[in-house]
């Protein structure tokens, strides 16, 4: 079961992207995030037409999360129970015997701003949800744009993003207490290539000098995880025409 993830930045914007990255690497599963429309705008029948039952959760302008899979998707869940919150970021759905959250972690502007509160909480929110979501679903996967750089290794200049947004001691704890319900970072159980990123800002070359964060992360459940057999991030579409600033990342499980 080949499983990736995507930040598209605006689906309207990158639908071509997305159709040809499926045709050339026919994922089992593709998660967006960003797409950036409403529920209803959603082009579900032109990825049915390519071969993929499609899923939405949007709003208008910002956020939205999406899952293409080969399979009908069941039970889809767009909210945490108990957390009010009107901004579209989890779809979590069951494919193939495998629950699949996808996630858009809150950015959170700035350390001690009012928007990073609002990570620190979702993220608190997220975990609850996920202690029972995998007390019932052995084989789950969380997947997504995480808004995090787990560790300096994964931010291309640790001294100069220091302990600011997207790497800061807080975030990286509440991602750690995630990892501590029993899930792993797949892409780090395999041998990667120095200075591996997901994600590069649009200016100052960042991605011609591949000066990146890897913030678009695939954490899987024990089951999961020991059936993971390999995971990469593929460049390739950040280097398209008018692409968008994430890279996908791809993990392939013997499930």
């Known amino acids: ?8 930045n605006s689906l309207k914007v990158r639908e071509p992207h997305v159709l040809e990255w499926l045709a050339a690497n026919g994922p089992d599963v593709l998660v967006l995030q960003e797409i950036k429309q409403v529920t209803e ?5 032109t990825f049915r037409d390519a071969g993929y039952a499609a899923l939405a959760s949007g709003q208008k302008t910002y956020n939205g999360v999406a899952v293409l899979s080969r399979q009908e998707p069941a039970d889809p869940v767009t909210d945490f129970p ?5 901004q579209r970021r989890i779809l979590a759905t069951t494919i193939g015997g495998v629950r699949v959250v996808n996630l858009y972690v809150p950015n959170g502007s700035e350390v ?3 928007k990073f509160d609002y990570k620190l909480a979702w993220l608190a929110a997220l975990r609850e949800f996920l202690k029972g979501e995998m007390q019932a679903h052995p084989k789950l996967v969380v997947l997504g744009d995480f808004n995090i750089a787990p560790h300096d290794e994964d931010v291309y200049d640790p001294e100069k993003w220091g302990e600011g947004i997207l790497c800061s001691p807080a975030e990286r704890a509440a991602l750690n207490a995630v990892l501590d319900l ?3 970072d797949v892409f780090r159980r395999f041998e990667q290539p120095e200075k591996s990123y997901s994600w590069w800002d649009y200016r100052a070359a960042m991605f011609r000098r591949n000066a990146g ?4 992360l695939i954490l899987a459940s024990d089951a999961l995880a020991r059936a993971c057999t390999a995971s990469h991030i ?4 950040r280097g398209w025409d008018r692409p968008s600033d994430h890279a996908p990342v791809v993990a392939e499980f013997d499930v």
Request: without cysteine; aromatic residues 10%.
């Open 1 to 8: 079961m080949k499983i990736a993830t995507w930040n598209v």
């Open 41 to 45: 705008a959603f082009p579900a029948q």
């Open 82 to 86: 108990g957390f009010e919150d009107p």
């Open 112 to 114: 001690g701003s009012e």
């Open 182 to 184: 029993g899930l792993t």
């Open 213 to 216: 964060l890897r913030i678009d």
């Open 234 to 237: 593929d460049r390739e579409p």
